[in-house]
């Protein structure tokens, strides 16, 4: 499952995906507006067996730049965040595995 998210201008912002028989993923960025730097940006993984205690997400840039993360079990969601760095047009996307 992927979800993407188009920031203009880099504020902070937020988007979701959610298919009916899975998992809700979503991603979000803490930047300033205006500012080249997406800040910290997040993903969550919500509905998920008690059971998986991690999964892992790769975040895309529109570039190709790929990051591979693992997500923790934190009160009940799978998440994660990192800071990616400067971005010239503020598009993300988060794949889960699996």
Same mark, same amino acid.
């Given at each position: 499952?992927?979800? &993407?998210?188009?920031?203009?201008?880099?504020?902070?912002?937020? $988007?979701?995906?959610?298919?009916?028989?899975?998992?809700?993923?979503?991603?979000?960025?803490?930047?300033?507006?205006?500012? $080249?730097?997406?800040?910290?940006?997040?993903? $969550?993984?919500?509905?998920?067996?008690?059971? &998986?205690?991690?999964?892992?997400?790769?975040?895309?840039?529109?570039?190709?730049?790929?990051?591979?993360?693992?997500?923790?079990?934190?009160?009940?969601?799978?998440?994660? &965040?990192? $800071?990616?760095?400067?971005?010239?047009?503020?598009?993300?996307?988060?794949?889960?595995?699996?």
């Amino acid at each position: 499952m992927a979800v &993407s998210l188009d920031v203009p201008a880099h504020a902070a912002a937020s $988007a979701c995906a959610h298919h009916l028989s899975g998992p809700r993923v979503c991603i979000s960025v803490t930047g300033s507006s205006g500012s $080249a730097n997406p800040g910290r940006v997040h993903t $969550a993984r919500t509905n998920q067996p008690r059971c &998986s205690t991690t999964a892992t997400v790769h975040i895309t840039e529109p570039g190709g730049q790929t990051y591979t993360l693992t997500d923790r079990r934190h009160s009940g969601r799978l998440v994660a &965040s990192f $800071a990616p760095g400067i971005q010239t047009d503020g598009k993300l996307c988060a794949r889960y595995q699996g």
